[in-house]
């Protein structure tokens, strides 16, 4: 992501790095240095002096204080700021919080028989999978005479995650009777739904903000116009394979691909005269998927003899990481590496990992591993 970028620039402290015990000893100095130009005396303080005691005390609850001093310094640093605090970073280039975004899917009603007339069904008909996640049509829907059925767009009542994912053909149960439809049922997954948008996107869209004041043609100005679009947008891809073309990719959360109607209207957005440029063709794409297999056998130290169960849970849990990783960036090569690693931070001692192999993807491609996943557990083996 672009904020990386900003996570790379040098840290810096409004306090000059002063630790507690530095804090003391520049204290300690001083007051021994005043005590001896007033007294001519040297100020000896033992361990359990009351004098040394209290400076102390003194020295921690100063540290405190210097503590939050920087904090604050730092809370209007991009690359520090985080919650409410980034939030009034936004305003300085006019920027705010997404507040999430509804989940859409495209839904089909069938009508009980043809008819002689236009079939009119109005918009915000409600349609649930029966488990309380209500989604309703967006826009009217007209079936023609003659014909048995029609499709429509529809979104989610309420913003968030728990509107994605219903797979074709779930959302079926109409909650609201409409003359002469027999029966609906979503021809697309659900898809979209985002919460409350994240630090990490929010920080993003500040960074690239200063792209946006020119109509989109930089890729960076095009990056914030998408995420700006939908806060589940986790990765974008902006290239130009053809002069005066611009082809955008990009992927949801956990790396899910884009259906149809989430393509449609991020194109229609993006159409804006005051987003385009006007000799500009934009397409909007899901990435292609390069598949890759996972063919592995690993290895358990006789000594964590007794803490194998848990080790092959980690090793489990640490593979599902790694095609989560593999699959979160667009263009991401397939990386046998990184999985070794993770496997023998999971516990195993010795690996044989005859696929993935490492391959080069291309820039608009996402990999994602074919269902026969192989892990094999070999055994225990001498350290």
Known sequence: MEIKKVYDYPDVSFIENVSAEGMYDFHQEKMQEKYKELTGKDLILQEADPIRLIAYTNCLILYQIAQYADRAGKLSLLKYSYGD???????LKGISRNQGAKAKVRLRFTLSAKRPGTTIIKAGIRVTASDGVYFKTTEPLEIPAGQLFGDVNAECRESGIKGNRYKVGEIKTLVDPVAYVESVENITASEGGADLESDENLAE????????????????????????????????????F??????????????????ETMLAELYAFLKDE?????????????????????????????????????INEKVQEAVQEYIKWQREKIGRDINPDELRKRLLLAGAKRLEIREPQFAVIGKASIAM???????????????
Do not use: C, H
């Open 85 to 91: 605090y980034l939030e009034d970073i936004g305003p």
């Open 205 to 240: 869209r500040i960074y690239l903000a200063p792209a946006r004041w020119s109509t989109a043609g930089p890729d960076d100005a095009y990056k914030y116009w998408v995420r700006t679009f939908n806060p589940g947008i986790t990765d974008v891809m902006v290239y130009s």
């Open 242 to 259: 053809v002069p005066g073309e611009v082809d955008i990719y990009f992927i949801l959360q956990d790396g899910q691909l884009p259906e």
């Open 274 to 310: 005051k987003i385009r440029p006007l000799n500009d063709k934009v397409n909007v794409r899901a990435p292609e998927i390069q598949e890759y297999e996972i063919d592995i056998t690993y290895y358990i130290n006789q000594s964590d003899r007794s803490r194998a169960s848990a």
């Open 369 to 383: 591993p074919r269902e026969n996943v192989k892990i094999l557990y070999g055994g225990l083996e001498d350290d």
